[in-house]
């Protein structure tokens, strides 16, 4: 079963780095979103991940 296509939006800081917001779109879930970003790496302080739903 494929996974649907979704629209995900991250702000995230790396230690000693400016905010970054890139955006990721395609048949991913947060986990995918977290991985593809290396969110969890040590050197990313801090992070946010927004679903963007179309209106």
Same mark, same amino acid.
């Given at each position: 079963?494929?996974?649907?296509?979704?629209?995900?939006?991250?702000?995230?800081?790396?230690?000693?780095?400016?905010? &970054?917001?890139?955006?990721?779109?395609?048949? @991913?879930?947060? =986990?995918?979103? +977290? /991985?593809?970003?290396? &969110?969890?790496?040590?050197?990313?302080?801090? @992070?946010?991940? =927004?679903?963007? +739903? /179309?209106?």
């Amino acid at each position: 079963m494929s996974k649907p296509y979704r629209k995900w939006k991250v702000t995230m800081k790396e230690v000693g780095g400016e905010v &970054l917001t890139p955006e990721l779109h395609g048949p @991913y879930d947060l =986990e995918d979103v +977290k /991985d593809h970003f290396g &969110l969890e790496e040590n050197d990313v302080e801090w @992070y946010s991940i =927004e679903e963007i +739903k /179309d209106e």
